[in-house]
């Protein structure tokens, strides 16, 4: 902070890394545009810290990118809690193939993300402002979920679980205790309707250390029962004032 006006004193993005280009391939200058503008307007929105700056290659663009590796082709997906766009952007910008929503409750994040998403043209991402519990029936079931973050595993469960389709997955980016985090987690995932978990570690050759997923796959009714019940019970609701509309 500087001593005068305690706004945070603003750092250039560093050089980005060979690695960086070489994954980031023909987005990488979008991926240079939106590092610059997390070290510019992030930093000033409060959406990071400005010490992050030095180490938002490795650290957050980087660390976000690799989760790619375990994404299937051409799928859905819905970053929960997405902040300032991490995982979701950096995952937009190598997969083209993915349709992402990047949902978050903050205006002056969502605000951001807006901007940034039709600054570097990413034509497959939308920005929802919401919580995940309050687009429930309203947002189309996505294939997967992703969040950095965002909370521990069984509330962020809680949030993310019910969002996807039946046997779809949620893809958590954790650190070291994630292992432990999953064992503590594994009664409310179970009663979420999560039948398969797992930790992977990804990014081998482009970051060190790895990045840490935590994945956790559904079966026929993601969230459970309650959720189920739920999940119908807003989807009724659109339709009957979509219906109201249009009349």
């Known amino acids: 902070m500087t001593e005068q006006s305690g706004t945070p004193r603003l750092q250039e993005l560093p050089a980005a890394p060979e690695v960086a280009r070489e994954f980031f391939g023909e ?16 930093v000033k929105r409060g959406l990071i810290g400005p010490r ?23 799928v859905t ?6 902040g300032a766009g991490l995982p979701g952007i950096p995952l937009a910008l190598v997969r083209p193939d993915l349709q992402i929503t990047l949902l978050e409750p903050l205006l002056r994040r969502t605000t951001f993300l807006r901007e ?14 919401g919580r995940a519990e309050e687009v429930l029936g309203s947002l189309e079931p996505v294939h997967v979920v992703t969040a950095r973050a965002v909370a521990p595993l069984d509330r962020l469960a809680g949030w993310g679980v019910p969002l996807l389709r039946p046997y779809g997955e949620m893809l ?7 292992e432990e985090e999953l064992l503590g987690a594994r009664a409310a995932l179970q009663k979420l309707g999560v039948v398969e978990t797992s930790v992977v570690q990804v990014g081998d050759g482009v970051v060190d250390p790895l990045s840490t997923v935590v994945r956790a796959e559904v079966g026929e009714s993601p969230g ?14 659109g339709r009957a004032t979509r219906r109201r509309r249009t009349r």
């Open 116 to 129: 940034v998403v039709e600054l570097l043209g990413l034509d497959h991402v939308t920005v929802v402002r």
């Open 77 to 82: 997906v819905c970053d929960v809690g997405s």
């Open 224 to 237: 459970g029962v309650r959720f189920a019940a739920k999940r119908a019970k807003a989807a009724r609701v």
């Open 172 to 178: 958590a980016i954790k650190g070291d205790t994630a």
């Open 27 to 42: 987005s990488f200058g979008e991926a240079q545009r939106y590092g610059e503008l997390l070290a510019e307007a992030g």
């Open 52 to 74: 992050e700056v030095p180490r938002l290659w490795e650290r957050h663009l980087l660390n976000c990118a690799v989760l790619s590796e375990v994404v299937p082709e051409g």
